[in-house]
Structures are given as C-alpha cells and as structure tokens.
C-alpha cells in the first residue's frame, strides 16, 4: 500500500506543478512499475485510484490521461435562485429527479428549524441533480405539513422546490446562516451519485425563509459532489 502511494503521490505532485497538462497521456503501468521497481499490478493500482479520485482517465487500450479538473460545474452559494434555474442559466443540460418523499421522525433540531410541534408531520422530498445524464448532487428539503398541507400527497411530483413554494404564494426567498462540512458518501450515496467512496461530499444545511414574512419554508441538506464543482461562496 505504502507504494501505491508513493506512486499516487508523485503523479498528483506532478500534475500539480504542471509537468503533465490536462488531457496528457500518462506512463504506462509497466513503465511507471519499472520506475518505482515494483510489480506492473501495484501501478494499476495506483491508476484505478487516482481515476477514482478525478484525477486521470482512462481510454481502451490508449492508457490514462490527465482529467482537466479546471472544467468544473461553477456553484454560486446563495438563495435568490433555485440551483436548477442556475444549472440552465450557465447551459447544462440539466435535469431534476425526485426520488422520494417520505415521512421522517422526530428530530428536534429539524423540527425547531421548521417551528412544527412534536406531534406534527414533517416530510423530506429528495432529489437527484443530473448534468449531462451524470448525477452531481443529492438535495433534501424537510418541509411541515402544517405550513404545506397538500405535500405528502404531491411531494413525489415535485422537481424544484422554488417551483412548489412559488405555486403556494411564496415568491421571495432568503437563507439563514449555512453551515458546510466535508464527508465521504454511504453505500446509498455512492450508488445514487455514482461514485467512489474516496470522492468527498460537500454537505451544505441551511434553512429558506419566506423573504417578507421571514417564516421558514424547509430545512435542506444539499450533498454536492466534490470532484465537479468550484465554488464561489
């Protein structure tokens, strides 16, 4: 293992200091084990892992090639627009799929969040983001019935949240404070945004307020891949 990484370390710092460009072809597996004086499987390796992490890419029988990382999704961290309106003003193809709505159970700092009474019901609607029939990130609204009372009925129908607040009278938004942290994805995650469990997630929660009236719309968890976005914050 402590060879796979030097191996991995010396690529990535050399991609860093920019001996290879993006889309550069890479040594092969055979040259890079006799480079390192270790077996050709210890190099493969150490390739799968770096693709694994954006760092390279592959081609049939060509070897790998540098990822271009530059080429990534710009993500503007604000609330005054929906991030599907963002995706289709910066061009991507770009589509939303909900995926669940389900009832959840008590949890008292969603549930103050939303000011909704122990006994009340609270839901959470995912959905899938998906640019260029890849998906990017997984974004969870917690919404209370007694503020939405038609949403377990048509949150399975809902694509964008600002959309549905929108059609219920609500057309200024704002976010409270946001808190950020870093993750690595569960074996739900990883299979839903298709990617390896060395690819970090950036989890973003923050309440949306109604803009006049100041009351909160839903509590969100926004899991944002980290290997195909910038973020301007």
């Known amino acids: 293992m402590s060879e796979e990484m030097d191996i991995m370390d010396h690529l990535i ?12 072809k890479l040594p092969s597996e055979n040259e890079l084990a006799d480079r390192f004086k270790v077996p050709r499987m210890t ?11 954006g760092y ?9 090639f540098v990822q271009d990382r530059n080429l990534r999704i710009p993500l503007v961290l604000s609330a005054n627009k929906s991030f599907s309106q963002k995706m289709i003003e910066l061009g991507y193809e770009y589509q939303s799929r909900n995926i669940f709505c389900d ?3 008590f949890n008292n700092k969603i549930y103050e969040s939303l000011g909704a009474e122990e006994d009340q019901r ?9 640019i260029d029939d890849r ?3 997984l974004h969870i609204s917690y919404v209370a ?3 939405f009372p038609g949403i377990g ?5 809902i694509t964008s949240m600002f959309q549905y607040y929108q059609s219920q009278g609500y057309y200024h938004f704002q976010s409270s404070e946001t808190i950020l942290r870093l993750t690595y994805p569960t074996k739900y995650e990883r299979e839903l945004l298709a990617c390896s469990s060395l690819i970090p997630l950036l989890v973003l929660e923050s309440e949306c307020m109604d803009g006049e009236s100041g009351r909160t719309l839903e509590y969100s968890k926004i899991m944002y891949r980290g290997d195909l976005f910038t973020y301007v914050i």
């Open 122 to 130: 609270v839901y959470k609607i995912g959905r899938l983001r998906i």
């Open 145 to 147: 019935e007694s503020l």
């Open 13 to 24: 710092a050399s991609i860093q200091a920019g001996k290879y460009e993006p889309d550069d």
């Open 103 to 105: 009832l959840i159970e």
């Open 153 to 157: 009925s048509n949150g399975h129908e």
């Open 43 to 53: 190099a493969r390796k150490a390739y799968e892992r770096l693709q694994e992490l």
């Open 56 to 64: 390279i890419y592959s081609k049939q029988g060509k070897g790998s």
């Open 135 to 137: 998906p990017i990130a």
